[in-house]
């Protein structure tokens, strides 16, 4: 699939802080998508965006798909300690090709 | 959202036995799901897009006659490990697309397979 670069690697967070990462393509994305995943469990689906330019909320989420159609950011606002996790942006090219490449993913770890 | 179930959810097995990995859409019939490999810190690895009715579509480098995949109905998919070895060992998981079409994917929650 398509490389995705996603950053930053991980990061560390004190509650009630803001937190934000991004992905980048160097080939144009049709739908991008965030997910997160706890240890041990799935990724779950947080929020889908399907139009350059497009900013969708889901509570604290919020994330934009980027204008060139090749990057995305995703930003969780007053951070709370069940934000840990690893989110993992996916990009799809749709049109009959329906298949999602995913970014490394950013472990996100709340600081002593 | 799909509802997506995987069985069995921990699987320990001796080299050279095969393993068998449920894929259930719980409420949504899903004519494609997609079976994901994942390694330790790392990300997903798509492995294969299952299709009811037809042949699984392979990534590349992915061996078919080492993982069948079977779609036999439009809520059920499984993973076959055949003749595992402990390169096998990995986090195996589905996902299905949703109700809106195939943007979305729903992923399951995953399946531990140790192999020994």
Not at chain 1, 13 to 25: A, F, H, K, L, R
Not at chain 1, 81 to 108: E, H, M, R, W
Not at chain 2, 1 to 22: D, M
Request: net charge neutral; hydrophobic share 35%.
């Amino acid at each position: 699939g398509q490389q995705l670069n996603q950053s930053p690697q991980s990061m560390f967070i004190q509650e009630g802080e803001d937190v934000s990462m991004n992905c980048t393509s160097s080939s144009i994305f049709n739908t991008w998508l965030w997910y997160k995943q706890d240890p041990g469990e799935g990724p779950v689906l947080l929020i889908a965006l399907y139009k350059a330019g497009e900013l969708t909320s889901n509570g604290r989420l919020t994330a934009q798909f980027g204008i060139t159609r090749k990057d995305s950011f995703l930003n969780i606002s007053a951070s709370i300690p069940s934000d840990v996790g690893i989110y993992f942006c996916a990009g799809q090219l749709g049109s009959n090709d329906y298949k999602l490449s995913f970014g490394a993913g950013t472990t996100v770890t709340v600081r002593a | 959202g799909a509802v997506v179930s995987q069985h069995p959810s921990r699987v320990i097995c001796k080299s050279g036995t095969s393993v068998k990995i449920e894929c259930r859409s719980l409420d949504f019939q899903a004519t494609t799901m997609f079976w994901y490999r994942q390694f330790p810190k790392k990300s997903l690895m798509l492995m294969a897009t299952s299709n009811e009715g037809s042949k699984a579509t392979y990534e590349q480098g992915v061996e078919k006659d080492k993982f069948l995949i079977n779609h036999a109905s439009l809520t059920l998919s499984t993973l076959t490990v055949t003749s595992a070895h402990p390169e096998d060992s990995s986090f195996y998981i589905c996902s299905v697309t949703g109700t809106s079409g195939y943007n979305e994917q729903f992923f399951g929650p995953g399946t531990r397979l140790t192999v020994l």
